[in-house]
């Protein structure tokens, strides 16, 4: 097989939650551009609507699916409809998320249970409903959840509030990721992890707004992520070109984990 083809996603469906902004659009437009279709997950409508004009400008063909995923039970269904549109699901990229910045005495627990519900029970019942639905019986598939670095370490600096639940939601991404990994190695299904480093985000901007240029001057490469930097990793993993690779995690930081 040539490298082209080990890379070409042509025929594969993708379903990319928390879709229509930011990083999972960035990913998206990856996975398109390799010949795949892509159901994007989000829970507003007109964002949804915005990123498959974005995507179908670029030639894209896109399928915009709402869905509140803080509610467990309208996961399955979305899967569902994803699949009645475009076919099963070959790549699923967990990328929905949600953080909270508050000092551990203060932190509210209905947010510690937003922040775990979206980063990790989501997540957890989206694996299920696509494995069960698509990659265990066809046993083939790719995963690709994200992670941040943030999970990697303690992450805690003085400069910006302190954001124990990410940093723990993260960090079960991680180990969730290894250990469905081992599990579903059985059935040919790849599933892996890419950790960021700072991007500009809608989550991101208040940390950045409040740490200024520090935030590319922690890393060696001395700037943030940028609109290109994470398609590379998420094509690798999505494609062929990882048939051997499971378990793994990479960190797109700038160089900041390896100091």
């Known amino acids: 097989m040539s490298l082209r083809q080990l890379f070409d996603l042509t ?11 930011g990083l999972g659009l960035q990913m998206a437009e990856a996975l ?13 409508r007109d964002e949804l609507d915005q990123a498959v004009a974005h995507l ?3 030639g894209i063909e896109a399928l915009p699916l709402a869905c509140d995923m803080t509610n467990s039970a309208s996961i399955a269904p979305m899967v569902a409809e994803a699949i009645t549109a475009l076919g099963p699901i070959d790549v699923l990229v967990n990328n929905a998320g949600a953080t909270w910045g508050a000092a551990t ?24 409903e696509v494995g069960r639905r698509s990659m265990v019986p066809r046993r083939r598939g790719k995963i690709i959840n994200i992670a941040s670095i943030l999970g990697l370490g303690g992450g ?8 124990l639940a990410y940093n723990t ?21 790849g599933v892996n992890a890419i950790a960021p480093g700072f991007f500009p985000t809608k989550m991101t901007k208040g ?27 998420t094509v690798l993993f999505a494609s062929d070109a990882s048939a051997f690779i499971t378990g793994q995690v990479i960190a797109v930081d700038g160089g900041v984990t390896a100091t």
């Open 11 to 21: 025929g594969k469906v993708a379903l990319v939650t928390g879709g229509s902004r």
């Open 32 to 44: 398109g551009e390799m010949g795949a279709r892509v159901a994007l997950v989000a829970r507003k």
């Open 56 to 58: 179908a400008a670029q």
């Open 105 to 128: 005495l203060e932190h509210p627990l209905d947010a510690w249970h937003k922040v775990i519900n979206l980063n990790l029970t989501a997540l957890f019942v989206t694996c299920q």
């Open 156 to 163: 805690g600096e003085s400069s910006r509030p302190p954001t």
């Open 169 to 189: 939601s993260k960090a079960g991404v991680i180990n969730f990721t290894r250990s469905l990994a081992v599990e579903w190695a059985q059935y040919n299904i």
């Open 207 to 233: 940390i950045m707004d409040m740490m200024g240029d520090a935030v590319a001057e922690r890393a060696p490469m001395k700037r943030v992520g940028g609109p290109e930097d994470l398609k590379g990793v």
